[in-house]
């Protein structure tokens, strides 16, 4: 990943944003098509009081750098490291550590 810029993410403070400033990693998973109406679904409650992955039955996968579950059902799973935080605008700055991608996907 040496030749991927760093990538910034803005978070408004809820259970992601407290979860990134503790762990200082995350994994971000690219979900496809088939599965986005589960996906606005997943973001319109919040991880603070809701078992995200029992209630809309998603698969974890251990991840190998960092402490945050992949997401099986998501074509592609990136393990990042958060290397920065612009607190004044919430905006958090992650490299990507390791990468992976369902080939079988589309």
């Known amino acids: 990943f040496a030749d991927l810029p760093p990538t910034a993410f803005l978070f408004k403070p809820e259970a992601s944003y407290e979860a990134l400033i503790k762990n200082k990693e995350c994994v971000i998973a690219i979900p496809?098509?088939?599965?986005?109406?589960?996906?606005?679904?997943?973001?319109?409650?919040?991880?603070?009081?809701?078992?995200?992955?029992?209630?809309?039955?998603?698969t974890p996968l251990k991840a190998k750098s960092v402490e945050a579950p992949l997401i099986k059902q998501c074509l592609a799973n990136i393990e990042c490291r958060v290397t920065d935080h612009i607190r004044k605008h919430n905006i958090f700055i992650l490299d990507a550590v390791l990468a992976w991608i369902d080939a079988g996907r589309k």
């Open 32 to 58: 496809t098509v088939d599965i986005s109406r589960k996906v606005v679904e997943i973001g319109g409650c919040t991880g603070a009081d809701t078992d995200k992955f029992r209630k809309f039955r998603l």
